[in-house]
């Protein structure tokens, strides 16, 4: 079945360094979604991407979504400590459910 | 407010006994989701349902049984089969809109079974 592998599993970096976490999938994706859940929290959206090569930005949140539609990746410039939690990639293919990735699990050091 | 209620945030239970994990929204939503979390495992999906009265067997779904007899609600069983049920439990809807069909989650019910 489809399987979506996330890397690093875990992050730490100093406040004011970038993060990324990355996302490939072992099939073609329709698309990929985003979520952040913080210590103690549930998962919460970020984003949706569709087309190939897409790249969306929320403030210091980089998302991009591959030319081939099978990796992504999640790009934060500057981290600070609202920053600190999981975040998770989570792709369909056509109409199957989201199949989620073992998250990226982020520290900040103030 | 519209969201997501999963009751109650803690739960323990003897090993051997079934336990039913409740899941409302008020958000309209079509489709429903159980999942499955443990450390370091990320989310997996027991059981999802798009519809009032039917449903489908996510990756895990041995040991867990559902019911959709209201749009509203999705309660999940943690039978006495399923071997390891201690675990955090999350429920979640969707609805496409525009092409965007993000899940909306609850607060989650952390089960221990002693």
């Known amino acids: 079945g489809q399987q979506v592998m996330q890397i690093p599993q875990y992050q730490h970096v100093q406040e004011g360094e970038d993060f990324t976490t990355y996302c490939n999938s072992s099939?073609?994706?329709?698309?990929i979604q985003w979520y952040k859940q913080r210590p103690g929290g549930h998962p919460v959206f970020l984003i949706q991407?569709?087309?190939?090569?897409e790249v969306k930005k929320q403030k210091r949140l980089t998302f991009q979504f591959g030319e081939a539609k099978k990796n992504s990746s999640l790009h934060i410039t500057a981290t600070q400590t609202t920053d600190v939690g999981t975040y998770f990639c989570?792709?369909?293919?056509?109409?199957?459910?989201?199949?989620f990735g073992k998250g990226t699990r982020l520290s900040v050091i103030a | 407010d519209g969201g997501i209620t999963q009751s109650p945030k803690y739960l323990f239970r003897k090993e051997g006994q079934n336990v039913t994990l409740s899941c409302e929204q008020n958000?309209?939503?079509?489709?429903m989701y159980w999942y499955r979390q443990d450390p370091g495992q990320g989310l997996r999906l027991i059981y999802y349902?798009?519809?009032?009265?039917?449903?489908q067997k996510g990756d895990i779904a041995e040991g867990y049984s559902v019911s959709r007899e209201k749009k509203e609600s999705f309660p999940l069983t943690v039978t006495s089969a399923q071997k390891n049920p201690t675990a955090f439990y999350l429920c979640?809807?969707?609805?496409?809109?525009?092409?965007?069909?993000?899940?909306?989650f609850g607060p989650g019910t952390r089960l221990t079974v002693l």
């Open positions: 979640a809807s969707s609805m496409s809109r525009g092409g965007v069909d993000e899940q909306f």
């Open positions: 099939t073609t994706l329709s698309n």
């Open positions: 991407l569709v087309k190939s090569g």
């Open positions: 989570a792709g369909r293919g056509g109409w199957t459910p989201l199949v």
């Open positions: 958000l309209n939503h079509d489709a």
């Open positions: 349902s798009q519809i009032v009265n039917d449903f």
